[in-house]
């Protein structure tokens, strides 16, 4: 999947990225990417040449500020 | 590790099984004069921090190591609350 970091408000702010899903993902869902050596800790991408993976379908976001 | 504030929480239902039960919370790191330091990240809490608590974090895989020996698939956690903090002007 591609993948396009946002802030919390929901405005773009970095270079989109390729992710592996793990969670039935789809398009235009709100995710949580998890991305270095820790992506290969999502189920199933064990030993997996992997840096990015979607490991969550966010529902709210909250924020106080 | 970084320091940061709690500026917020993000609610999961589907997710990785390994994340299961754990807390979600969005960072904004700061300098040490309390300026935002670049962009917001979400954090695992293993320290029972809340929003509007200043903390400090760490990123990478380490941020799953407090959850040893389960391995969640998380690159940032909170690992522990700021009381305060002093910076000597030079």
Known sequence: ?65 | MQLGRVIGDVVVTRKDPNLSGLTLLIVQPLTPEREAAGRPIVAVDSVGCGVGEEVFFVRGKEASFPFYPAEPPVDAGIVGIVDHWTVEKT
Do not use: F, H, W, Y
Not at chain 1, 38 to 58: E, F, H, T, W, Y
């Open chain 1, 1 to 65: 999947m591609v993948v396009q970091p946002m802030n919390p408000r929901g405005k773009s702010d970095a270079n989109a990225l390729v992710a592996v899903d793990t969670v039935d993902a789809g398009v235009g869902d709100t995710v949580l990417v998890v991305s270095g050596s820790s992506a290969r800790m999502a189920s199933g991408l064990k030993d997996c040449p992997v840096d990015a993976a979607i490991v969550g379908v966010v529902d709210v976001v909250e924020m106080n500020e």
